[in-house]
């Protein structure tokens, strides 16, 4: 006959049961034994956690009309741009947690402030000029706003931070807890001013849980930039190579890093050859550029965005990345890395002329576009690199209307819209290429100086049209056509 244990034994039971209650919350809470670079800064995450893609910035069209004239803007949440902006890295694990690297700037009423009430009210989308301005206008996010800024991401109430000890490269780290999520602050000894935040949603046990191995992973931090090797691998296959002012992220097959090595060096001379036609302003450190090749069409588009989907590569201003394609599947192996090499010669100027241009200046769509023709057109030379002529000579033969003195000044005058319009594209792209390879290459040298004099009164703070009217004056549009039609007629292209 069964008899119940002694009071004593029940008791015991229960007080064993307590005990071992915080291990089982504590038994999904991993260790962090995985170093993955991410950003500008390697950060310690648990083995196999997944990385997501970047949720894409939404682009608004809108149409407007101003007298008999209509046309369309592109605009876009400044939410989404703020966002985006600060945001490194997420990822997940078997257990659900989601682990989000984040580098904070500012906190968004700061940022709401500077935005004139127009456009809360009546179009509650922005330019990517005004969020640019606005952005410089706020400035660095202090420290005593961090617990404010917590709030502004995750829209939760977090604890006081709790203040932790450094260790290695961190100067100072900081605890704070909100239901169902914990956060890691972190500040590095080589960037004492920018704090980076590691956040964590636990589904399955309480934040608090996460201080002590969040404690002990504080030694895993470290700024990427000093710590990398050539080779050094990410999570899912992704390999971060450095060689500055470069640092480029691929998911690409190992076999292609010594590709990879070869296309970053090539852009080392690149970034010297950009500086040599239009010199970096003095005073100004421009960031490290950002190169990311993806290995898959669908990778590719998924992370541009839809729009942007027809393309093969491009200069995103909102991720201030240089993205590629880099397996087109139709292609042969060595198609593949020519056009990855032509286009991040391309977009790469796209890029660097974004770096070094006041957030305020508006370039023409001309100037920017004949330049990156320009340079994709680059090849390596015993000597270097140099310039070659571009497949698009045979478009400017077919269709010459933008080589008269007429159609250059038509030509720089054109918006984006109707530049990148189906009637205009090819040959615009193709004329603006001959007029900025001449201009570069063979023209006398006082016509050639007139783009780098226009692009100095850009910065001045000139409008476009007032600079074309003090540069490219109708005399001068007569000399470079002149030129320009020696220059068609005497050259052609061989495939």
């Known amino acids: 006959m069964f008899s119940p244990p002694p009071v004593f034994l029940r008791r015991w039971h229960v007080v064993t049961f307590a005990l071992l209650l915080p291990c089982l919350l504590m038994a999904k809470v991993p260790t962090f034994n995985q170093r993955i670079t991410c950003g500008p800064l390697r950060v310690p995450l648990p083995k196999g956690v997944s990385q997501e893609a970047p949720p894409a910035v939404e682009t608004f069209t ?13 605009r876009f949440d400044p939410r989404q741009l703020w966002e985006q902006e600060q945001r490194l890295g997420k990822w997940t694990d078997d257990d659900g947690n989601t ?116 404690t002990r992973a504080l030694s895993g931090f470290a700024d990427a930039g000093k710590q990398l090797k050539s080779n050094q691998q990410s999570v899912d296959g992704w390999q971060t190579l450095e060689q500055p002012p470069y640092r480029l992220y691929s998911n690409l097959p190992k076999q292609q890093t010594k590709f990879l090595n070869t296309l970053l060096g090539n852009m080392q001379q690149m970034r010297k050859v950009y500086t040599t036609y239009l010199p970096e302003p003095k005073n100004l450190k421009v960031p490290t550029s950002v190169i990311r090749v993806f290995a898959s069409p669908e990778e ?23 993205v590629v394609m880099g397996n087109a599947e139709e292609d042969s192996n060595k198609k593949q890395k020519d056009d990855i090499r032509s286009t991040t010669f391309h977009e790469g100027f796209h890029q660097y002329l974004f770096l070094i241009t006041p957030p305020t200046v508006e370039v023409p769509i001309w100037f920017n576009e004949g330049h ?104 001068i549009c007569e000399r470079i056509a002149e030129g320009l039609w020696r220059f068609v007629e005497k050259n052609d292209y061989a495939h």
């Not at 101003?66 to 803007?73: D, P």
């Not at 009546?122 to 969020?131: A, G, R, T």
């Not at 999520?181 to 934040?207: E, R």
Request: charged fraction near 25%; proline fraction near 6%.
């Open 62 to 74: 809108y149409t407007f009309t101003r007298g008999n004239k209509s046309g369309t803007e592109e």
């Open 99 to 214: 682990y989000e690297l984040v580098a904070p700037t500012s906190v968004i009423d700061a940022f709401d402030k500077g935005f004139e009430n127009k456009y809360n009210q009546i179009m509650p989308h922005v330019l990517k000029e005004e969020y640019t301005l606005n952005r410089k206008k706020v400035g660095k996010l202090v420290a005593k706003r961090l617990p404010q800024w917590l709030t502004d991401w995750t829209d939760k109430s977090f604890s006081a931070p709790q203040k932790l000890r450094g260790m290695s490269a961190v100067s100072q780290a900081l605890f704070a807890e909100a239901p169902g999520m914990a956060a890691l602050i972190v500040y590095l000894k080589s960037n004492p001013n920018q704090p980076y935040v590691l956040l964590i949603t636990t589904p399955n046990d309480p934040a608090s849980a996460w201080k002590t191995p969040l």
């Open 300 to 322: 590719y588009r998924a992370y541009v965005g839809e729009n942007l989907g027809w393309s093969a590569g491009l200069f995103s201003s909102t991720h201030r990345e240089l």
């Open 372 to 475: 990156a023709t320009f340079f994709e057109t680059f090849e390596r030379t015993r000597n270097g690199v140099k310039p070659t002529i571009s497949p698009r000579l045979l478009q400017v033969k077919k269709d010459s209307r933008f080589c008269t003195a007429e159609g250059i000044a038509l030509l720089m005058s054109f918006s984006r819209e109707i530049f990148y319009h189906d009637k205009n594209r090819d040959t615009a792209y193709a004329s603006a290429w001959v007029l900025v390879h001449w201009l570069r290459t063979e023209a006398p040298k006082e016509l050639g100086n007139t783009l780098n004099d226009y692009y100095r009164l850009l910065c001045k703070g000139k409008t476009p049209q007032e600079a074309q009217a003090a540069i490219y004056t109708p005399a």
